[in-house]
């Protein structure tokens, strides 16, 4: 509540929209007052391609929206790498997406510090963070000159402290953390409530989605084992609100997920009427029914499987990030 006024705060929500989902996205972005956190700057096909022609055309879709923010490139970066020529690319990589967040009016980047989490030796982690002290203390420096904050996003990380060291030590209020919800409960034995508790001092944004807890599937709120009706009680419990994307494969998805947020403005649309938070209560979770495995290609590059058929068929630009493929074994 806002002490002064006495009034709700309305919540600052996102969706997040691939190159073929872009209208969809726009679409309900509009009839709700949201934001859009621009995927399409995240692949190098298109940052290696005509990229200056889809900033003019980002920058027309993108007006009159009330918040943007970026997912930066994540394919293979490696920040911090202790080969040079790998961590200039990579470098290399975020200065132009930071340059094009900045044209684009974004306040927000997204990029992953990709600690891989397979490895658990102190070495590593200690060799780790302090490359990407190094690495970070620059790249948010190029950020405040183009007045961009850098959140970085929890991926493989299996305890909190492994990036928020990091955005500890450099203290760069242009540099602060993106909690992805998702990510914690499945590479993660460590709790929610420690995870926020230890990320709250840095938080600034969030990307949320459900799953089955095997695979990262970008479900909808009520499909999936995280009880997201406590979770965002507990997010918006802290002392600054952080952004919230809703990070899903499917636009429907997003949409049956708006009731859980206190919207700034109620829907054109008579067919999904504005829901108070404070009586609504968003439909039971549907029960997980066993998967159903099939053979995909993802990215041309691996074959494994999915626990269900995809509505329609997935490619670059469609998601924020494809869900890992679970591998049958003989």
Request: glycine share 6%; with cysteine.
């Amino acid at each position: 509540m806002d002490g002064e006024q006495g009034r709700s705060v309305a919540d600052r929500v996102l969706l997040s929209a691939g190159q073929k989902n872009i209208d969809a996205c726009l679409g309900l972005a509009h009839e709700y007052g949201l934001g859009i956190e621009v995927m399409a700057f995240a692949y190098p096909d298109l940052l290696d391609g005509d990229w200056q022609s889809e900033v003019r055309r980002y920058k027309t879709l993108l007006r009159n929206l009330p918040l943007v923010t970026m997912h930066g490139p994540f394919f293979d970066m490696a920040p911090g790498s202790p080969d040079k020529r790998v961590n200039d690319l990579v470098r290399d990589r975020y200065h132009h997406a930071i340059r094009i967040g900045s044209e684009l009016g974004a306040s927000i980047i997204v990029f992953h510090g990709n600690f891989i989490g397979s490895l658990r030796g102190d070495d590593y982690r200690q060799g780790w963070q302090s490359r990407n002290i190094e690495f970070w203390h620059e790249t948010s420096a190029y950020a405040e000159a183009h007045q961009i904050t850098i959140a970085l996003e929890n991926m493989w990380e299996y305890d909190p402290h492994i990036l928020i060291d990091v955005i500890k030590e450099i203290d760069n209020p242009r540099l602060r953390a993106c909690l992805d919800v998702g990510h914690a409960h499945l590479f993660s034995e460590v709790p929610f409530e420690h995870w926020l508790e230890v990320v709250a001092p840095y938080l600034v944004h969030t990307h949320l989605n459900n799953n089955d807890g095997f695979l990262d599937n970008h479900c909808a709120f009520p499909n999936g084992v995280l009880q997201y009706r406590d979770i965002l009680t507990a997010i918006k419990a802290l002392p600054q609100h952080p952004s919230f994307t809703l990070e899903m494969e499917q636009v429907e998805d997003m949409r049956v997920s708006l009731p859980y947020f206190a919207l700034s403005a109620p829907p054109t649309s008579a067919l999904f009427p504005a829901a108070s938070p404070a009586t609504h209560q968003p439909p039971p979770p549907e029960p997980l029914s066993p998967p159903t495995l099939f053979e995909v290609l993802r990215d041309d590059a691996e074959l494994g499987t999915h626990p269900q058929p995809p509505r329609e068929s997935l490619g670059k630009g469609d998601t924020a990030e494809f869900p890992p493929l679970r591998v049958q074994s003989d």
